[in-house]
């Protein structure tokens, strides 16, 4: 079965620093995947690769069967859409003209397109911005901006890093309702996030990332299995190897 995204003994650097380290990952099509991992991880960087922003040293992706090289570069980006932490807006753009920008470089087809912005931007309390200037909007405004315009853009692959992160709670509900539908036409959603409880609700499978690594991959038979015994908070401390300090810090 053809898999939504491949990768194979990716290594990334900083500085010659490696952030990602011979890292292998296969994620199967029309999934809502989780990728957990503390800070530094590489979770972001990892996002960053797949969109093509940032260039890797060695490895290989493909994405739906492409290889990810500059041949196949556009054809590659057609297929993706990526809410990004933080997201990639055009600054002197109305909301609603970036809107129309974007899905104007993705093609969009236009008869209807005004009038389904409009109703996903009043689904998430942005209807009113549409007019106004992107610069002037907040971070959860920001936010919920790219994920309107990721999903209009009809993508294959859905890449959010952290995309609730300075969202309200009802948005981040309304999200998830979007995700899921997304998820139900076939379209693989890749979600990086520190708030566990969301992941373990939400994806279908989880990838714990430390170190540059892949720790472990729970599919839902492993991660049911699993879960009998811990919760995932416990899964994930064990193997991101937390130093477990049971006493609090003795001022407070």
Not at 201 to 224: E, F, M, P, Q, T
Not at 225 to 252: G, N, R
Request: charged share 30%; glycine share 6%; aromatic share 8%.
């Amino acid at each position: 079965m053809e898999r939504a995204v491949e990768i194979k003994n990716l290594v990334k650097c900083y500085e010659d620093e490696p952030v990602l380290r011979n890292l292998d990952l296969d994620i199967p099509p029309g999934t809502i995947f989780g990728l957990i991992g503390p800070n530094g991880a590489g979770k972001s960087t990892l996002i960053g690769v797949l969109t093509g922003l940032l260039s890797f040293e060695e490895g290989e992706i493909n994405i739906h069967g492409m290889m990810l090289e500059p041949k196949n570069e556009l054809e590659i980006k057609k297929l993706i859409a990526s809410v990004l932490q933080p997201p990639l807006l055009f600054e002197q753009f109305s909301s609603l003209e970036f809107i129309e920008y974007v899905c104007e470089i993705y093609e969009v087809e236009k008869e209807g397109l005004i009038e389904k912005a409009y109703s996903l931007m009043d689904y998430f309390d942005i209807k009113d911005y549409a007019k106004i200037k992107v610069n002037k909007l907040s971070a959860g405004s920001r936010k919920k901006l790219a994920f309107v315009t990721s999903v209009l853009v009809k993508p294959k692959l859905l890449l959010l890093d952290e995309p609730f992160e300075a969202v309200d709670v009802i948005s981040i509900e309304r999200m998830k309702n979007v995700i899921r539908r997304l998820k139900n036409r076939g379209v693989t959603i890749i979600i990086t996030s520190h708030i566990l409880e969301v992941v373990e609700n939400l994806c279908n499978d989880i990838a714990i990332l430390h170190n540059g690594h892949i720790k472990a991959y729970l599919d839902s038979v492993s991660r049911k299995e699993l879960q009998k015994d811990a919760s995932l908070q416990e899964i994930f401390e064990k193997y991101v190897e937390v130093e477990q300090k049971d006493e609090i810090v003795d001022w407070l």
